[in-house]
């Protein structure tokens, strides 16, 4: 049994819960649009064909922007192909998935699935083989509210009104040799810094997110973003991150410390962009859109696309099935979210539906949560106000990838208006549970309102189609509050979320 401490203080503020840290991400990518949210046909189908079951699970999940639509998928796509009367639409070949896309959802369908589902959408813009004309001529599309031809084609398309879509990916992972239309850093950083010049232009409004490094481990993690930002600093908002992590060789205990990667990934493109700010007298900073994060396992077959003369549509692809430690992995990428609120302004899990996904269907039958769909729900219900940093003392255990590594993760937000404080902590060991001890004397008077920890003795346990209405096997934690003290008891592989009110 290990024992950790914990202390709480209003004073200690990183900054806000921001409502965009609870992104999604959509892309034409396996049957995460088709079957995934859009199926006609379907029991549960709207007028627009959208699945119901889907879209009550998006809300229930707390999804605050979705990224559309890609992705790899995005360095290929011709958005114009979208959109119009649909039985005129041309089927395309996808390079990045080896698939067939019949445009049959677009981008008016998916801003109406945005809407019905509450969603802000986050668009993306095609700079690997298109450019700064066809960036414009999307965001025309959108935002204008008429008078040209592109805003005059969307009205005619049955959309009176502009979208006034307010944040755009100005292409996806370009640094990646896997991307069509792959560039340099400074090659992209030139066309990125002219695309986003040109769309300031048209709508001053937009906020603009230029692609960091789609991993730390790549080659030219750090320099990539160097580059990348002295070309493009005054005319953008965010810089990307992109990180995935998986259980490697059984190899747990370096696994649930995956966290300890993401912090040293914010860490690192925070103090770059900040060295450039400097270094070129700039007075804005920029921040970090997480926009593609999760447990991928990318070496499992239905990670691979297809080959050869077959382009199917839809094909199954990346549908990795999660378990509790996955969850538990999930939970504790969203504390180190939260902890760095102060540089990560928004985040996107990758993906919504189907593709490494919290939500899982069934062509015309069922849809479900995963294990991973619980730690991100709860998070997004319950964190508001303000993120506290929170000093933790626990013992460390060794892990072959990170070294020693506290056992305990946490942090905690602050609700000023409701009084409540929120505690989110992980047991990262393997083996031991921990007594996990709260110093309270900073909220005197606080009591346990709710106290639960998901885990399963079996931290290979999966949901399937069968566990549609049920939840992750829980135990509710034992948690109290004495002499300004809350104690709980956390088993091992297991994420907790506690909360604290006045009686």
Known sequence: MHSATLTLDPAFVVGPVRRRTFGTFVEHLGRCVYTGIYEPGHPTADADGFRGDVLELTRELGVSTVRYPGGNFVSGYRWEDGVGPVEERPTR?????????????????????????????????????????????????????????????????????????????????MDGPWQIGHKTAHEYGRLAAEAARAMRMMDPGVELV??????????????????????????????????????????????????????????SVADTADAVRAAGKHTKRINISFDEWNVWYQKRAESRPPSGDDWPVAPVLL?????????????NLLI????????????????????????????????????????????????????LRVAVDAPVEETAKFGEVPVLDAVATYDAESGEVVLFAVNRSVTQPVTLDVDLRGFPGLQVVEALTLANPDHTWSATA????????????TAKVADDRARAELPPVSWSVVRLGRA
């Open 93 to 173: 070949l996808d390079l990045a998935w080896h698939s067939s896309d019949p445009n049959t959802v677009g981008v008016d369908e998916f801003l109406r699935w945005s809407k019905a589902s509450g969603t802000e959408p986050m668009m993306a813009v095609n700079l690997g083989t298109r450019g700064v004309q066809e960036a414009l001529d999307l965001l025309e599309y959108c935002n204008v509210p008429g008078g040209s031809f592109w805003s005059d084609k969307r009205r005619a398309n049955g959309v009176e009104d502009p979208y006034r879509i307010k944040m755009w990916c100005l292409g996806n992972e």
């Open 210 to 267: 230029v692609c960091g490094s789609s991993s730390s481990d790549m080659p030219t993690f750090g320099e990539w973003e160097r580059v990348v930002l002295t070309e493009t600093y005054e005319h953008v908002d965010h810089i990307s991150a992109h990180a995935y992590y998986w259980e490697q060789d059984g190899d747990l205990a370096s696994f649930l410390a995956s966290a300890v990667d993401m912090d040293h990934f914010v860490e």
């Open 319 to 331: 549908e990795d099935r999660y378990n509790v430690a996955d969850a538990v992995v999930v939970g």
């Open 336 to 387: 180190s979210l939260l902890r760095n609120t102060d540089r990560v302004h928004a985040a996107s899990l990758a993906q919504l539906v189907n593709v490494i996904a919290p939500i899982m269907t069934e062509p015309g039958g069922r849809a479900w949560r995963q294990t991973t769909f619980h730690p991100f729900s709860l998070t997004s219900r319950h964190a508001a106000g303000e993120v």
């Open 466 to 477: 069968d566990d549609a209405t049920s939840v992750l096997p829980q135990v509710n934690t």
